[in-house]
C-alpha cells in the first residue's frame, strides 16, 4: 500500500464554525494529496505569493518571505558581524530599489468596532459613526501624530476612499520571527533551517496592518493589491543585497504543498531516497523526507526536498537550485514550479 498523506478528519456537530471550515479545508486537501499521490501528472504554476526563498551567499543567507494571504513581505539577512555592507549603503539599496523614502509622522486615527448608540471614549464627537463593508459600526478616534515605522511609500491612490501608503521597516528587531529552510544534499539531516525576525539578523518588512482610513490617509495599508505591487521590488533588493554579501550560491524555495513522491519520476527527478520513513507508513509532521535531483544546463544539479507535514501541508516541497549569475528575473522563474 503506497500511502502518503493523512486520514480524513470526522465532523461533529459539536464543532463550531470555525472548526469545521478548517476541517472542511484540511479534507479537501487531504483528498487532493491523494490524487496528487496516485501519480497524476504535475503542471508547473507560477506561484505569486506564499513563498519563502533562501539566497545562499559566502557571507550567509538573505531569507524572503511571502504571506499566503498576500498582505505582507519579510525579508531577513545577517547582522553587522557577518555582513559586509554598510548600514547606509543597505538603506540606500532599499530606498532605490523600494521606492521609498524617509517617513514623516502623520495623523493616527483609530477605528473601533462599536454598537449602533455607542457614544464612549473611542468615538471623538465630531466624527460619526460608520458602518463599514461587513456590517461593523465603527467609531473614529484622533490619536495625534506617529511615524509608524522608518520608511513609507507614495500613497496609493489621490482618492480618499482609497487610503494609506505602504510602511517599510529596517530594523534588528521584528515581532514575527520565521524559519527560512535550506537543502544540504550530502548532510546526514539534508533540511537546514536559519531564522530571522525577533532579535536575530536584520530584517526589512512591511507594516502587517492597516491603520489607514478616512480620517487618516497617510497611515499604513496591507491591503493586497497595494503589498504585492512590491514583490519584484523585493525580489531586486534580494538580489543586489545577494551581490553585497558576496554574490548567490544557491537560491532554495519553498514551495508549501505541490508535489508529492509519486510524481517526481515523472518530473524528470532521479536518485530519489526516503532520508526518513517510507511510502507505506505515512505518518507526517515530519517523520518523512525525501530527496531527490535532476540534472540541470551547465552541468549543475538541481536538489529536491519533500518533508511531511500537517493536513493543511501534507508536503513541503523545497527547491536547491544552484546559481552563478542571481538576477531579479530569474527568482521570478524560480516561483514556477
Request: aromatic residues 10%.
Amino acid at each position: 500500500m503506497n500511502k502518503t498523506t493523512h486520514a480524513k478528519i470526522p465532523l461533529h456537530p459539536a464543532d463550531n464554525g470555525y472548526t469545521t471550515a478548517l476541517k472542511i479545508l484540511a479534507n479537501a486537501t487531504t483528498n487532493h494529496a491523494a490524487e496528487l499521490g496516485s501519480g497524476k501528472k504535475h503542471t508547473p504554476t507560477f506561484h505569486a505569493r506564499g513563498w519563502k526563498i533562501a539566497i545562499e551567499t559566502p557571507c550567509g543567507v538573505i531569507g524572503l518571505w511571502s504571506c499566503w494571504l498576500g498582505n505582507q513581505f519579510h525579508l531577513g539577512y545577517p547582522g553587522p558581524a557577518m555582513c559586509p555592507g554598510s548600514s547606509a549603503q543597505i538603506d540606500a539599496l532599499l530606498k532605490e530599489h523600494l521606492g521609498v523614502e524617509t517617513a514623516e509622522p502623520v495623523l493616527q486615527v483609530n477605528a473601533t468596532a462599536v454598537e449602533s448608540n455607542y457614544t464612549g471614549e473611542y468615538k471623538d464627537p465630531d466624527k460619526p459613526l460608520e458602518a463599514n463593508t461587513v456590517g461593523q459600526i465603527i467609531a473614529y478616534q484622533s490619536q495625534g501624530l506617529r511615524r509608524w515605522t522608518t520608511y513609507w511609500g507614495p500613497r496609493v491612490s489621490n482618492d480618499a476612499k482609497e487610503p494609506g501608503r505602504v510602511w517599510i521597516e529596517h530594523s534588528n528587531f521584528s515581532s514575527t520571527a520565521l524559519d527560512f529552510r535550506l537543502v544540504m544534499p550530502i548532510a546526514p539531516d539534508p533540511l537546514f533551517s536559519v531564522w530571522y525576525g525577533h532579535d536575530k539578523g536584520w530584517n526589512i518588512y512591511t507594516c502587517p496592518f492597516t491603520f489607514a482610513n478616512r480620517y487618516a490617509l497617510e497611515s499604513p495599508t496591507a491591503q493586497l493589491v497595494h503589498i504585492q505591487a512590491y514583490r519584484d521590488r523585493f525580489l531586486a533588493l534580494a538580489s543586489s543585497l545577494a551581490q553585497v554579501l558576496g554574490g548567490a550560491r544557491a537560491v532554495h524555495v519553498d514551495y508549501g504543498f505541490v508535489v508529492t513522491p509519486a510524481q517526481l519520476e515523472p518530473l524528470g527527478y532521479e536518485n530519489i531516497r526516503w532520508i526518513k520513513g517510507s511510502p507505506d507508513n505515512y505518518l507526517g509532521w515530519g517523520n518523512e523526507i525525501v530527496l531527490a535531483q535532476r540534472d540541470l544546463p551547465e552541468n549543475q544539479i538541481e536538489h529536491l526536498l519533500l518533508r511531511s507535514g500537517n493536513q493543511l501541508v501534507p508536503w513541503a516541497a523545497i527547491r536547491r537550485l544552484p546559481t552563478r549569475a542571481l538576477t531579479t528575473q530569474a527568482l521570478l522563474d524560480y516561483l514556477t514550479f
